[in-house]
Every structure is written in C-alpha cells, then in structure tokens.
C-alpha cells in the first residue's frame, strides 16, 4: 500500500482500520501491517471510540484569552474546577455546586475558552426527599437559562434531620457535564499538579 494514500486515508481523513481494508477489499491484518509498515502510528481503542465518536474532528476549540478581563474569567474557571470539579471521572468534566452563579462563571469558562455549546452541556441534580423536584429543577433552569431536557434524573436522598442544609441547598447541588474525555484531559492537565 502506497505510504502517502494510507497516511492521508487514516491520519488526514481519520478513517478506520475498517474501512480502510473495505476499501482496498483486503483484510484488516494488511492494512495494520502496512500501517507499521510505513511507521503510521496506529490509533489506540480510546482515540478509535473517540474519532468514531467525533468524524468531524473535536467539538470544542481552544481559544487563549485575548485580554485582562479575558484572562480573570480563564483563571477563575481552572481554579473552580480544581477545586470544585470532579477530576476523576476519566470521560468528562463535571463541577457541582449549589450557588448558580458559580456556576454560571463555570458555563461562561467553557463556552467562551472551548467554544462548548450550551446546548451540550447536561445536568444532574441531587436533592434530599424533603424538597420539591419540580421547584428544584424550574430554579435551575430559570438560574442558568438552560432546558429541562438537559437534565438527567434527579436523585433524592433520604434526608436524616432538617439540617442547616435548607438554607445552603434550598434547590439541591446541581452538577454541570460536559462529555468530552479529550477536553477533560486537557483541563487536568492545565492544573497545578
């Protein structure tokens, strides 16, 4: 196999092994062959989910803050998330919290410095059985100008006593997803560690 036609078929057009030996009418076996062949390295089973996942290349973008103002709101975000964010779920990046405008600054991070659409956001809401769900999920939606399609089912914990709770978490902890493991990756990797 010719090295230029299979650099560009699985490199630049990011097709599989798959269809790559659809295409020639040959075996799998050939295609990896000629790929180690002609030193292209071959895409682990994450990075084929994820280019399978993703065929029009990464649904976000970087973008540097450009000033001051810029530059307040990128650190703020990387900090909320270093301290707020769960950093082990290895798929995504989620932060939870009960005050919608930290939130809110959390939102605006990752729509403007990786152009997340708000749309692609989803929302997961944990509340204790003593609150309304309905209140709950209509002050978020309200709060953060999101849709009640983007929520996940809620999850209700048995409350143990009233608490001090009711004033902290009136509307529940609400935690902000965005499913993208090489876009988690990237944050991680942005932190002091």
Do not use: T, W
């Given at each position: 196999m010719n090295k230029s036609k299979l650099s560009d078929m699985y490199l630049n057009k990011k097709m599989s092994i798959k269809d790559i030996a659809h295409y020639f009418n040959c075996s799998t076996h050939k295609v990896s062959y000629w790929l180690d062949k002609h030193d292209?390295?071959?895409?682990?089973?994450?990075?084929?989910?994820?280019?399978?996942?993703?065929?029009?290349?990464?649904?976000?973008?970087?973008v540097d803050p450009q000033n001051t103002g810029d530059g307040i709101l990128f650190g703020l975000g990387l900090g909320l998330y270093w301290g707020e964010g769960t950093k082990a779920d290895p798929s995504s990046v989620r932060l939870g919290n009960t005050d919608p405008e930290l939130l809110k600054?959390?939102?605006?991070?990752?729509?403007?410095?990786?152009?997340v659409k708000k749309d692609d956001f989803k929302f997961g809401l944990q509340l204790f059985n003593d609150m309304s769900t309905g209140e709950a999920l209509d002050f978020w939606v309200k709060k953060l100008r999101i849709k009640h399609s983007q929520f996940y089912s809620p999850i209700v914990t048995k409350s143990g006593s009233i608490g001090t709770y009711r004033k902290k978490s009136r509307y529940g902890v609400l935690t902000v997803y965005y499913h993208n493991k090489k876009l988690r990756d990237i944050l991680v990797n942005m932190l002091p560690m």
């Open positions: 292209i390295p071959i895409r682990s089973i994450s990075e084929a989910i994820y280019v399978k996942n993703h065929p029009k290349g990464d649904p976000f973008e970087l600054k959390f939102m605006s991070f990752m729509q403007k410095f990786f152009k």
